[in-house]
């Protein structure tokens, strides 16, 4: 039995988050304002089995394909937003699951540190793969579950405010989500990513 994590549509990927993602996949990769379905399963080792019925059911591109022991996750992208949905409706009729089966989201962290200063910015982006955080700015801390929502929370993030995304971890036990700027900017992003995130439908769990 394969249990539905995390499914979520992005309708159009923002500049920043796809060359984000461009900047981590190993596999094909998307440009903004392509479409977007990002799909996380256990045990991770089927989603082999899914990225196959995925790309064999429509005209999609692989970005990101993570197969760990316990979990799995599939990015796959197009520039049609109907491929898109199409291949992660093909992946949920492989499964036997409907997108009202995932798991709703779960915020562990959500903080603010303001007015970073310097050598902590320097911790940062030595392991950054995204923008740089500079002295002075705001930064925001995300950490869901499951981790598969953290590009979403991004991207919905980019949509909302003039950020910078710094970092965002989608796979694993937990998502993780660092986004910098502007005082203003990053706590209108901030709210925005809280309400989407509990906008998404799906199942409680017991974590």
């Known amino acids: 039995m394969v249990d539905l994590r995390t499914y979520v549509f992005l309708d159009s990927l923002q500049l920043q988050m ?22 996380e399963i256990a045990p991770g080792i089927e989603i082999n089995k899914l990225t196959d019925v995925a790309l064999k059911a429509t005209n999609v591109t692989p970005g990101m394909q993570i197969v760990e022991r316990a979990y799995g996750m599939l990015e796959v992208h197009s ?14 009729n492989a499964i036997e699951q409907t997108e009202d089966k995932r798991l709703k989201p779960r915020i ?4 603010l540190i ?6 902590h910015a320097q911790l940062i982006n030595r392991t950054r793969f995204g923008n740089m955080i500079l002295r002075g700015d705001t930064l925001f801390i995300l950490e869901v579950e499951p981790a598969g929502y953290a590009y979403y929370a991004a991207n919905e993030a980019e949509k909302a405010a003039r950020i910078n995304i710094v970092e965002v971890i989608g796979f694993g036990k937990f998502g ?16 925005i990513v809280e309400k989407r995130l509990s906008e998404i439908s799906g199942r409680e769990s017991n974590y």
Do not use: F
């Open 108 to 111: 562990l962290t959500s903080q």
């Open 176 to 191: 993780r989500v660092y986004i910098a700027g502007e005082e203003a900017e990053i706590l209108e992003a901030k709210n």
């Open 18 to 39: 796809a060359s984000y993602l461009s900047t981590v996949s190993r596999g094909y990769l998307p440009v903004g304002g392509q479409a977007c379905c990002i799909i």
């Open 114 to 119: 303001k007015n970073v200063e310097d050598h």
């Open 79 to 92: 520039d049609s937003q109907g491929d898109t949905r199409m291949a992660g409706e093909a992946v949920l």
